[in-house]
């Protein structure tokens, strides 16, 4: 009788305990881990990033991944992702000599606590704990040096290029510089300290109490002026402490993540997907100081009355990055875009890779286009439309199209602009065009097939605006991509200047990256690179049976290869299904592709056994180059059961999700859900679908279904419903 009283009880605080795990208002939060990704397949791996979301302050400590033991110091700034840092500092417990400025910091991996808004690591050689928290301009260290040992701390520059100034009272400022941008720091030590120069770029700082008591560091930094940085200061941190600071920084996550709240699922999966969640907010990022800015884009200060946002890569973002953006938030999408708009009307050209310092040209493509249009058919419009529009198409009518350039065009954009096509020279064949970036080469299928899309969306743009002369113009180049379409090989292949085909191994052949014919990825690839005209390249194969035979041999082609030399020469294009590629951004959509044939199940097997396979709740959890928030998102999407195969259309195309139950909250305060009861690991195909109680006759729903809020019920099932959407 005890024995059964006591499993009763047992089965009672179960059930209690999943109750409350799957209460609405649950804090999501738990589930973020900074870690995910540490260690990069080939490429870059991401970083532990402690900010509030999309704010100017960042920090990570500076080590080569998670692998490594040691860390060099500790960031004041990250102020462009993988690209720039500003100021460090380092603790140093003991006599100082002449290795300390180059001495590593041995940390412990399971004594390192990563939060978005908190840190903390035991420097196990040193007896020294780091604690950091952070602000929007502003950040607080905090120190624990071991008793009876000199606490020294060393402030540096990252570039060695900038000056220290020591004040009364503990204060500190400083500049640093880097290329056209200045980086102004004001920092307030709370212990008593006795601060030294060494040179103009270094202070040695030696806390009297250091060993007695924690010392911190409270600072703020600015890209404005030295009296900003102390404004900024005065604002966040003059009257807070560092445990008031790491709660406001945990209520504005809350804010963020628990806007989307799941129930069912693995907790892996809940790993992974809050994760993803939190690194979409880590760019753009607000750089208005009280009513201000800098802007690398004319080396002014502006005021402001909106934020303005930099850094964003949008070769990587514009897929699915500020789509999520534009459901989750549209009026920071709408603030972000008017900043694309400000940076044009600044620089005179759109920009490609927004950063602090200007436009860091990267990639190819005019994608930011996209991006427009996407948002403006989703009903985001608080920005200055008129102006975006002179912008997408001065870019499309005046600059080069080639890779990692901005501004005026060349002799091969005429070319283009003539006859459809950029033009691609022979193996061994000698570049003449000064302007070729001599790594990134021309690029040329590449560059063909993504104008062709950003010359679709200009045309859509243009007929939105009813302007019917460029709408005209647009329309007719979106289709240049059939001019390279290879109807013997079905494969997109590059032309020299004459028109005549150049016979390649579209697996191989292209230099590092294939970077002569197409970008970080293969021909297989950019195969299905037309998210624009998906019904013109389904006529391309012949027809939809032919088009869904060609996406199955793509997750089971060979390399033809071993890895070992594929990888040599194609180090992106990591994550490997058969030829499919999912550690790289043109591949996010491909899965969804099965749900224009005859077998929309394959797409549920697809990104199901994509998203458990490569995106694991571990240090090697991303199968590329996580760019920021870029490949983040895919995985947002599809873990919700949904995506968008072509920004531009205001429509979303619906795949197997990873939880029972997805209920997104909006902006205008209705809710979107996503309900599947019974789903698991094994009954992942959907049987049926209703949106509002409705039967789906298509895989698809609008944003307008979204935005207006609703509930998308799917009935899931062990094996496909192969008659479903056919």
Same mark, same amino acid.
């Given at each position: ?535 013109? !390249?389904? =006529?391309?194969? $012949?027809? %939809?049976? #032919? &088009?869904?035979? @060609?996406?199955?041999?793509? +997750? ?13 020469? !194609?180090? =992106?294009?990591? $994550?490997? %299904?058969? #030829? &499919?590629?999912? @550690?790289?951004?043109?591949? +996010? ?138």
């Amino acid at each position: 009788m005890k024995n059964l009283i006591l499993l009763l009880l047992m089965v009672i605080c179960f059930s209690c305990v999943q109750k409350e795990e799957e209460t609405p208002g649950t804090d999501f939060t738990k589930y973020v881990d900074p870690t995910i990704g540490n260690v990069g397949h080939i490429l870059q791996p991401t970083r532990p990033t402690m900010q509030l979301p999309n704010q100017m302050t960042r920090m990570t400590p500076d080590r080569a991944d998670y692998l490594d033991d040691q860390i060099s110091s500790f960031p004041l700034n990250v102020i462009s992702h993988r690209v720039a840092q500003a100021f460090f500092i380092k603790p140093i417990a003991g006599e100082l000599n002449e290795n300390s400025w180059n001495k590593r910091l041995t940390w412990d991996h399971d004594l390192e606590i990563t939060r978005p808004w908190y840190y903390k690591t035991e420097l196990i050689e040193d007896d020294v704990t780091v604690e950091y928290t952070v602000g929007k301009k502003t950040g607080i260290f905090r120190f624990t040096f071991p008793a009876g040992r000199e606490a020294n701390l060393l402030l540096g520059h990252y570039y060695k290029n900038g000056e220290y100034s020591i004040a009364e009272d503990n204060l500190i400022a400083g500049v640093e510089y880097f290329r056209n941008v200045k980086i102004y720091v004001y920092g307030v030590l709370t212990n008593e300290s006795e601060i030294k120069s060494e040179g103009t770029d270094k202070l040695v700082i030696t806390c009297k109490n250091g060993n007695k008591e924690p010392v911190e560091f409270k600072y703020a930094t600015s890209f404005i002026s030295e009296e900003q940085a102390r404004k900024n200061f005065q604002e966040e941190l003059q009257e807070t402490t560092f445990d008031e600071l790491k709660n406001q920084g945990k209520i504005a996550w809350d804010k963020v993540i628990n806007q989307i709240e799941v129930k069912g699922g693995t907790e892996a999966h809940k790993r992974s997907f809050y994760t993803a969640l939190y690194r979409c907010y880590e760019r753009m990022i607000n750089i208005t100081e009280d009513g201000q800015y800098f802007s690398g884009f004319d080396n002014q200060v502006h005021q402001s009355t909106r934020p303005f946002y930099v850094d964003d890569w949008v070769w990587d973002t514009y897929l699915a990055h500020h789509p999520l953006r534009a459901i989750l938030q549209p009026s920071v999408e709408a603030d972000m875009l008017q900043s694309y708009v400000d940076m044009y009307e600044q620089s005179g050209w759109m920009p490609t890779f927004p950063v602090i310092y200007g436009d860091h040209t990267c990639m190819n493509g005019f994608h930011s286009t996209i991006s427009f249009l996407d948002a403006y058919r989703k009903g985001i419009r608080s920005f200055d439309v008129q102006s975006a529009f002179d912008g997408m198409l001065k870019n499309a009518e005046e600059a080069t199209m080639l890779p990692w350039r901005n501004g005026e065009k060349c002799e091969l954009d005429d070319f283009y602009h003539e006859k459809g096509f950029y033009p691609a020279l022979r193996p061994g064949e000698k570049e003449t065009v000064a302007l070729v970036h001599s790594f990134e080469n021309r690029q040329a299928v590449a560059i063909t097939l993504g104008h062709s899309y950003d010359d679709w969306a200009l045309s859509q743009m243009a007929e939105e605006l009813g302007k019917t002369k460029e709408q005209a113009i647009f329309a007719a180049r979106a289709s240049n991509y059939k001019n390279l379409w290879h109807p013997e090989q079905k494969m997109f292949l590059p032309k020299d200047e004459n028109g005549k085909w150049i016979e390649i191994d579209p697996k191989f052949d292209g230099g590092m990256g294939a970077r002569a014919y197409y970008d970080e990825n293969n021909g297989w690839t950019y195969r299905w690179q037309t998210q624009h005209d998906v019904d013109g !390249l389904i =006529d391309l194969f $012949g027809g %939809v049976e #032919q &088009f869904e035979d @060609g996406l199955d041999q793509l +997750f089971r082609e060979s390399l033809g290869r071993s890895k070992y030399e594929f990888w040599a020469k !194609l180090p =992106d294009a990591t $994550g490997l %299904v058969g #030829q &499919f590629s999912m @550690g790289n951004e043109p591949s +996010f959509h491909i899965p969804y592709l099965f749900n224009y044939t005859s077998s929309p199940w394959k797409t549920q097997k697809w990104t199901r056994f994509l998203i458990d396979t490569w995106f694991k709740d571990n240090v090697f959890g991303i199968p590329g180059d996580e760019d920021g928030g870029g490949m983040s998102a895919f995985v947002v999407f599809s873990a919700m059961g949904f995506y968008p195969v072509t920004p531009g259309i205001p429509e979303y195309t619906i795949t197997s999700p990873l939880f029972e139950e997805v209920t997104i909250k909006l902006e205008n305060g209705n809710k979107f859900t996503v309900l599947a009861p019974g789903l698991s690991p094994e009954k992942k195909y959907i049987q049926s679908a209703r949106l509002n109680g409705k039967i789906l006759e298509t895989p698809w729903f609008t944003h307008n279904d979204l935005s207006n809020g609703g509930i998308l019920e799917l009935e899931m099932g062990r094996l496909p419903n192969k008659k479903l959407w056919n």
